[in-house]
């Protein structure tokens, strides 16, 4: 079966640096995608990784090795408003997004 | 953000009834989707549609009834829901299917109580 795993919560503290893992194993690989939801509020596209390496913009970057079927989400000098939850997606190989159940990340003075 | 928008955002609705949602998209995209978001799990695929076409259907129980009568309107018709059927709808729009940067652009949500 096709699945994706990643921490259920996170806790990190205010202008520190936390690293958000995703791990999958699905039918094929079309590209990697990370979101973030803020509590009642819709996804917001933030990350797409489709070759192994890193992708930085601005204080969020997102690594990938497909080799390892893993990647992360690195977010730099967190602010509070960083709290919510990021969601990792794989797009397999019928161009379907299959989805984590997501990282409730918690930002703490 | 007004790229996609959902109304109601909020429906509280008993076992009989009958209602819609419904969600609209600004973008020009050719592809819509439904997703169902419960808490701490994954968000479940629904129905997908392009250019006013269903794609896909995931096994969805009879009780969910999508519609889309032009490729910037979709909407999910609701009837005789169970409790176990609250949840978050999340509609989401893209420019087309089948393309690997086909990035999804999601809209607020209605939030489903069934009672």
């Known amino acids: 079966g096709q699945n994706i795993d990643q921490p259920t919560e996170m806790t990190a503290t205010e202008g520190a640096i936390v690293q958000i893992n995703c791990t999958y194993q699905?039918?094929?690989?079309?590209?990697l995608f990370w979101y973030q939801q803020h509590a009642g509020e819709a996804p917001t596209f933030l990350s797409y990784?489709?070759l192994d390496g890193l992708e930085e913009k601005g204080r969020f970057s997102s690594f990938l090795s497909r080799s390892k079927g893993y990647s992360y989400l690195l977010l730099k000098e967190l602010q509070m408003k960083d709290s919510a939850s990021y969601l990792c997606?794989?797009?397999?190989?019928?161009?379907?997004?299959?989805w984590g159940a997501g990282t409730k990340l918690i930002i703490k003075p | 953000e007004t790229g996609v928008t959902q109304t109601p955002r909020h429906l509280v609705m008993g076992m009989t009834n009958k209602k819609s949602l419904k969600c609209e998209q600004h973008?020009?995209?050719?592809?819509m989707y439904w997703y169902k978001q419960s808490a701490k799990k994954p968000l479940e695929l629904m129905f997908v549609?392009?250019?006013?076409?269903?794609?896909e259907n995931n096994s969805v129980p009879s009780r969910f009834s999508p519609e889309c009568p032009n490729s910037s309107h979709l909407f999910l018709h609701l009837h005789t829901l169970q409790p176990e059927d609250s949840a978050l709808y999340l509609c989401?729009?893209?420019?087309?299917?089948?393309?690997?940067?086909?990035?999804?652009?999601f809209g607020p949500g209605t939030r489903l109580t069934v009672l």
């Open positions: 989401a729009s893209s420019q087309d299917i089948g393309e690997p940067t086909d990035t999804q652009y």
């Open positions: 973008l020009g995209h050719n592809a």
């Open positions: 549609y392009s250019l006013e076409e269903r794609v």
């Open positions: 699905t039918s094929g690989f079309n590209g």
């Open positions: 990784n489709v």
């Open positions: 997606a794989v797009m397999d190989s019928n161009y379907q997004l299959i």
